[in-house]
Nanobody, 115 residues
């Protein structure tokens, strides 16, 4: 069974930093592109970043220069390093993979950026 478990969310001040983790199981992790998405209350879920099996990356324009996605294939873990956080980054952050002809999502981890 595919399982994605996020952790690392919390309350941070504007300008602060946070690293989210997603531990994956149930599939051959190093063969798949991994994604991060986020969803703020009352808003649609939006894509944030991806990293391919070859460790090529891309991030959304709204977080470019502030967020970095990376992975540790030995640990079956994908990370999202968030710097210079803004209040508008407040959302539930979700790990995602498309495999076995399905989309799989973690339960999400809450990130709140506030003074």
């Amino acid at each position: 069974q595919v399982q994605l478990v996020e952790s690392g969310g919390g309350l941070v001040q504007p300008g602060g930093s946070l690293i989210l983790s997603c531990v994956a199981s149930g599939f051959t992790f190093n063969q798949y592109t991994m994604n991060w998405y986020r969803q703020a209350p009352g808003q649609q879920r939006e894509w944030v970043a991806f990293i391919t099996s070859e460790h090529n990356t891309n991030v959304a324009g709204s977080v470019l220069g502030r967020f970095t996605i990376f992975r540790d294939d030995a640990k079956n873990t994908v990370y999202l390093a968030m710097n210079s956080l803004k209040p508008e980054d407040t959302a539930v952050y979700y790990c995602h993979v498309y495999t076995l002809s399905n989309n799989y999502w973690g339960q999400g981890t809450q990130v709140t950026v506030s003074s």
